[in-house]
């Protein structure tokens, strides 16, 4: 078992991408402590973890007290910390998808239509601070916030890993989603930073940046949305949250060693860099 004995907290593990990596941590023998920002959703993961001892804690990580309290209670109950996986985030406000999404099937159209584009997103100018900082606050002071206490942890010992998902925006930029690209694209400057700083502590921080993945959270996207993010993926389908589990558990275990400061993308092809 490649994570044998280890502690690993992982944010945002209710559902998706988080609930994978969770689960793939737990069949490797590590111990679980399942964030998320609605407690039943966390305790819901916990049930499906190979093994025992795991532990499901609320909070929201866009909230600095709130990420205090939990890692509080880490260290009160569990005394260490071995891997975080800082994966909490949203796609935004359901008026901003349901907005998005208009113009999205106008602008697919038009193009379907042979018309070319003529439908400008227009998300910048419309954006409200409050969706602005609500985005940032939990992608990128979420991610900077949980980082900050779980060195205070794994200092101590000299040893740790801390693993940040950032996105395929944070390398292409997306038109639609500016605010959701600044806070990927920041995550990944703070990862190369971090790793810099810490690794004569023998702590190791990497990123992973998704393409197009199956989960909750793009669930709601409409039929010819979905294909349109197909279309865009040379492999010609959408990755599955396993997938990005799979890149989790390389990036926590001994696998990658020499491995700090770095990106992997699981993204089908989507981006080539």
Same mark, same amino acid.
Request: hydrophobic share 45%; with cysteine.
């Given at each position: ?24 941590? !737990? ?8 964030? $998320? ?12 973890? &190979?093994?025992? $001892? ?14 205090? !309290? %939990? ?57 409200? $601070?409050?969706?602005?900082?609500? %985005? ?13 206490? &779980?060195?205070?942890? %794994? ?5 740790? #890993? ?5 996105? #395929? ?24 930073? #971090? !790793? ?33 993010? #197909? ?25 990658? &060693? ?16």
């Amino acid at each position: 078992m490649k994570l044998k004995d280890c502690i690993a907290l992982i944010s945002g593990a209710g559902s998706g991408i988080g609930q994978a990596i969770a689960q793939r941590f !737990a069949e490797e023998g590590c111990r679980i402590i399942v964030n $998320d920002v609605h407690l039943e959703a966390a305790r819901q993961t916990v049930t499906q973890l &190979a093994g025992v $001892d795991h532990r499901a804690l609320q909070a929201d990580v866009a909230d600095s007290a709130q990420v205090r !309290a %939990m890692f509080a209670d880490i260290e009160r109950e569990l005394g260490r910390l071995d891997i975080l996986v800082n994966n909490a985030g949203i796609a935004g406000t359901a008026e901003d998808r349901e907005a998005l999404q208009a113009k999205g099937e106008a602008r697919l159209q038009e193009l379907l239509s042979g018309q070319g584009v003529h439908t400008h997103w227009d998300i910048t100018e419309q954006m409200t $601070d409050e969706a602005w900082h609500r %985005m940032i606050g939990v992608h990128l002071n979420g991610t900077f916030f949980c980082t900050r206490e &779980a060195l205070r942890l %794994m200092s101590r010992r000299n040893r740790g #890993v801390i693993i940040n998902l950032s996105s #395929v925006a944070a390398l292409t930029g997306l038109d639609a989603v500016p605010h959701y690209s600044a806070a990927k694209a920041g995550i990944l400057g703070f990862t190369r930073a #971090v !790793a810099r700083e810490v690794a004569s502590r023998g702590i190791r921080v990497n990123a992973i940046c998704p393409g197009f993945i199956d989960t909750p959270m793009t669930q709601p996207m409409s039929p010819l949305m979905r294909a349109a993010a #197909v279309g865009r993926t040379p492999l010609g389908r959408w990755g599955e949250p396993h997938e990005v589990a799979a890149t989790a558990l390389f990036l926590a275990s001994d696998d990658s &060693a020499f491995y700090t400061g770095q990106w992997l993308s699981p993204n089908g092809g989507l981006f080539i860099g």
